[in-house]
């Protein structure tokens, strides 16, 4: 079993900038295929950045995001600049052994709890 943990989120202005992390306990996440999902209210969840070994991003965040890990912290990270009202969402971090299929939330196994980013105008 993983357990995921996120972190980070908050209140900014847009243009501003922030980053989430995600501590990972219970199993090594280091061979695992890590990813981060939003969701906004009354949308469904959608694919934001995964990290399988190379990096992937959603168009909507191409530039501005930013998805890392540090294996020997067993924790993933989405470093987010220039943010946007259309940012604003909980974010969620998520693990799985992958498919291939990594901008789809069945991929993943395991999600950590959400984080609230809110990005006013």
């Known amino acids: 079993q993983v357990q995921l943990v996120a972190s980070g989120g908050g209140l900014v202005q847009a243009g501003d900038s922030l980053r989430l992390s995600c501590a990972a306990s219970?199993?090594?996440?280091?061979?695992?295929?890590l990813g981060w999902f939003r969701q906004a209210p009354g949308k469904e969840r959608e694919f934001v950045a995964a990290?399988?070994?190379?990096?992937y991003y959603a168009d909507s965040v191409k530039g501005r995001f930013t998805i890392s890990r540090d294996n020997a912290k067993n924790t993933v990270y989405l470093q987010m600049s220039s943010l946007k009202p259309e940012d604003t969402a909980v974010y969620y971090c998520?693990?799985?052994?992958?498919?291939?299929?990594?901008?789809?939330?069945?991929?993943?196994?395991?999600w950590g709890q959400g984080t609230q980013v809110t990005v006013s105008s």
């Open positions: 990290s399988t070994g190379s990096a």
């Open positions: 219970g199993r090594t996440v280091s061979s695992y295929q």
């Open positions: 998520a693990a799985g052994t992958s498919s291939g299929n990594f901008r789809h939330p069945n991929d993943y196994r395991y």
